[in-house]
């Protein structure tokens, strides 16, 4: 029987207490200077390192980890190589695993992309997109997804300062962008709800924007939110709670440096178990604000 991607990270939220996921950032300049210097100038065996150890630490304490493609991709094809070697381990590590890529395009390249990271064992089991194509760049993922119930998660309302630039422009009615793609996503997602009430196809809504992300939760009732923006771009925990249903499910909050970078702060303990507590406490800190 196919899972159902909604479902089973509601059902993995409440197992562990934790509606949150670790962003898998890897930047070389910022690993700990231990591990650089074990592998000198062979950069990408140090990241398999640094990311094999920070998904061991976290795994025990969230449900879900969040690989950017990125800072993968800067590799080349040794990078893509690990991404993919990364959610292997992180599945084998009993996470489930939201491909950050954020792709869309229109006919056999959508499906293209779609088949290259949402078909296949090995894939993620959700992928973030761009809908800004519109249904054309969209649909290749959904389908793709049927067989296995995997989820998508579509950009609607940004945390970057400069999202609202486009984001906000309105039409004749005062209807902003933001919000009109907010009524696509949900009527897209209206086929695919799991027995959580919720889509497998959600919707990237920011922290940085609570109330826009109540007024969304409202236009889409039946999305899952990835919620971006705490830690590092100043999101808090209240922020973040705003995008959850009343019982405390429909959304998963991710946090990337604030987490798997805070050795940086505290340089006396292990870098490990730095991550492992900035990932615990960030759980904590969360689960306090919604459940």
Not at 109 to 120: E, F, I, K, L, N
Not at 229 to 237: H, I, K, M
Not at 241 to 249: L, N
Request: net charge negative; charged share 20%.
């Amino acid at each position: 029987m196919p899972g159902h991607f909604a479902d089973d990270l509601t059902a993995a939220i409440i197992d562990k207490h934790a509606p949150v996921c670790v962003g898998i950032d890897p930047s070389y300049e910022r690993l700990p200077e231990s591990i650089k210097r074990k592998f000198g100038d062979d950069q990408v065996a140090a990241l398999r390192e640094f990311c094999t150890e920070v998904i061991g630490a976290v795994a025990p304490i969230v449900p879900a980890i969040k690989p950017q493609i990125a800072y993968f991709e800067v590799h080349q094809s040794a990078g893509v190589k690990l991404y993919f070697d990364m959610i292997a381990l992180a599945r084998a590590s009993g996470l489930m695993i939201i491909g950050d890529i954020k792709r869309s395009d229109i006919g056999s390249t959508a499906q293209a992309y779609a088949r290259g990271h949402v078909s296949g064992e090995n894939c993620p089991d959700a992928v973030t997109v761009n809908g800004y194509l519109g249904s054309d760049g969209l649909t290749p993922f959904i389908s793709e997804g049927d067989a296995d119930g995997r989820g998508i998660f579509i950009l609607v309302r940004t945390s970057n300062p400069s999202g609202a630039v486009i984001q906000d422009f309105a039409d004749a009615s005062g209807k902003k962008f933001y919000q009109h793609m907010a009524e696509q996503v949900a009527a897209l997602g209206r086929d695919s709800v799991g027995s959580s009430g919720l889509s497998r196809v959600g919707a990237v809504v920011g922290a940085t924007y609570p109330d826009e992300a109540r007024q969304l939760r409202e236009m889409m009732p039946e999305q899952l939110f990835l919620v971006p923006g705490y830690g590092a771009q100043g999101a808090t925990a209240a922020d973040c709670a705003a995008s959850f249903r009343p019982d405390g499910t429909g959304a998963i909050v991710n946090a990337s440096r604030s987490v798997i970078y805070a050795f940086d702060k505290n340089p006396d303990v292990d870098w490990r178990q730095a991550v492992g507590q900035a990932a615990g406490a960030f759980a904590a800190d969360v689960a306090d604000a919604v459940f």
